[in-house]
């Protein structure tokens, strides 16, 4: 499929990475650059999460959409801890030996939800290759916390669990109503980008749940930006879509660091519509592609077009 010509910025050199300082932010392009919104919920969020000494992937991450997300008193609530076992070139998270796992954390993800008045959870975490089932039944118990407490429908975004399909039913067996890996790039960039994980493995989860569970909703994601061609983006959503995937997001990526791979390019929001349009045709439910969209960006809203979507369908 033949993208049109559409207006991109080029990097540069590798020598100007996205980070956090000021001189090098005033090189972001325009429609890279947002205003802070109104407090809202900020600081009531910020309390409550501190609180309850939980992590969010928000700060962690050091994503773009805090702000905005915590003003509307919704975050991405990060469990089994803020250390992750793999070294991806692409993420903030830190890295190196995680901690045990803290056995309350799901009552307090749950009252968090409760007290923030939550109708959409999402839950993620850091990947723990340490642990025997890989998190798995820590996720389960997260599930069901908020679900009990709360009635709120809860999005799960897991790593691979390292291909082992039996922790994979575990979390499925608390059954989450969306359930959300993300590919994160292309297959030619995946040992660039991810190192440690593979491309055949995430789309062998993704198809492992929709065969499990062929009504559940399933999610994933792409970063733009990283020396992917357009072709090599086409055939990673045609792979999704034959694994069955629902849902996609497609954000630009932003290095967090001077240490974390350069971005290559800045794809102009003209061009995400373009390639937005696109992967819609390709039968997904729902896609959310822009330059700040991230994973859990807005993820009630996409469920529920998703679910009205059915519904249409349906009559």
Not at 174 to 200: C, G, M
Not at 225 to 248: P, S
Not at 288 to 296: N, T, Y
């Amino acid at each position: 499929m033949q993208m049109p010509n559409l207006p991109i910025i080029e990097l540069p050199t590798a020598e100007n990475p996205v980070n956090g300082d000021a001189t090098l932010k005033r090189r972001l392009p325009s429609w890279l650059k947002r205003r802070v919104p109104a407090d809202g919920y900020f600081s009531l969020t910020d309390r409550l999460i501190d609180d309850l000494g939980l992590e969010t992937v928000c700060t962690e991450a050091k994503c773009p959409n805090r702000s905005e997300c915590w003003s509307r008193k919704t975050a991405t609530f990060m469990i089994l801890g803020r250390v992750c076992t793999r070294p991806c070139g692409f993420c903030a998270v830190e890295r190196g030996k995680p901690e045990p796992l803290a056995l309350d954390e799901p009552e307090r993800v749950a009252e968090a939800s409760e007290r923030l008045g939550l109708k959409h959870v999402v839950i993620t975490s850091v990947t723990r290759d340490d642990l025997p089932d890989g998190g798995a039944d820590h996720f389960r118990r997260c599930i069901l916390a908020v679900r009990e407490r709360t009635g709120a429908k809860v999005e799960v975004l897991t790593p691979d669990f390292d291909g082992d399909l039996a922790a994979v039913d575990v979390v499925l067996s608390a059954e989450p109503d969306v359930f959300n890996h993300n590919i994160e790039t292309v297959a030619r960039l995946q040992r660039k980008v991810r190192r440690k994980s593979a491309y055949e493995t995430s789309m062998k989860v993704l198809r492992y749940v929709k065969d499990q569970m062929p009504h559940s909703v399933t999610k994933s994601g792409i970063m733009l930006g990283l020396g992917e061609t357009t072709e090599e983006v086409m055939q990673t959503f045609g792979d999704l879509r034959a694994a069955g995937v629902n849902l996609l997001t497609v954000g630009q990526y932003l290095q967090p660091s001077p240490k974390h791979l350069p971005v290559e390019r800045f794809v102009h929001p003209d061009e995400f519509i373009e390639i937005g349009r696109l992967a819609e045709m390709m039968g997904f439910d729902h896609v959310a592609s822009a330059p700040f969209v991230r994973s859990s960006y807005h993820a009630d809203e996409a469920w529920l077009l998703a679910q009205s979507k059915h519904a249409g369908a349906s009559e």
